[in-house]
């Protein structure tokens, strides 16, 4: 099993797992990456320590995840999800799927830095960053296309139709 464990130069507290390649059979587990753990990660790469996430409101911590990240945590929870179990080769992250790497690029999106300062701000090199970012950016471009719908009928992944 891998763990991303944070050092001093990241902003996470604790491990993520991120995957385990089973070598028997070529499967690979998916990791469950909750909505909360969307909330208290994008919140704390945002800058928001987790004694100012106990100190304040759950709609007011879900305000700021959506002023960094656009996307509602659940989205995120939805996205990183179908990220590793779809069936469209374009948009399936084999490999290491990384929760921090998709708040990065939602937040490139959101915000539209330049790579100078999405570098600063997820403490990477910038053609660390870049590479990522536009990985996960089509990626998750690739997914929208089996995920959202301009129909009127609700489905079950309607906050993706919020996203873009």
């Not at 993520?16 to 690979?28: C, G, S, V």
């Not at 701000?121 to 929208?144: D, I, P």
Request: hydrophobic share 40%; with cysteine.
């Amino acid at each position: 099993m891998f763990a991303f464990l944070p050092d001093s130069k990241r902003p996470t507290k604790y491990a993520i797992t991120l995957y385990r390649q089973n070598k028997n059979n070529n499967t690979m587990d998916i990791i469950e990456f909750s909505a909360a753990d969307f909330l208290r990660l994008g919140l704390e790469l945002a800058g928001f320590s987790e004694h100012r996430q106990h100190r304040t409101t759950y709609a007011t911590n879900l305000r700021r995840f959506r002023a960094h990240f656009y996307a509602s945590p659940a989205s995120c929870a939805g996205i990183f999800s179908d990220l590793q179990t779809t069936d469209i080769a374009e948009a399936r992250i084999d490999g290491k799927p990384s929760p921090i790497y998709l708040l990065m690029a939602l937040n490139w999106l959101k915000q539209y830095s330049v790579e100078e300062e999405l570098a600063e701000r997820f403490k990477l090199v910038e053609k660390t960053a870049r590479k990522w970012t536009q990985l996960y950016t089509q990626k998750v471009q690739a997914l929208k296309a089996a995920k959202v719908s301009t129909a009127t009928t609700t489905h079950k992944y309607f906050e993706y139709t919020n996203l873009f």
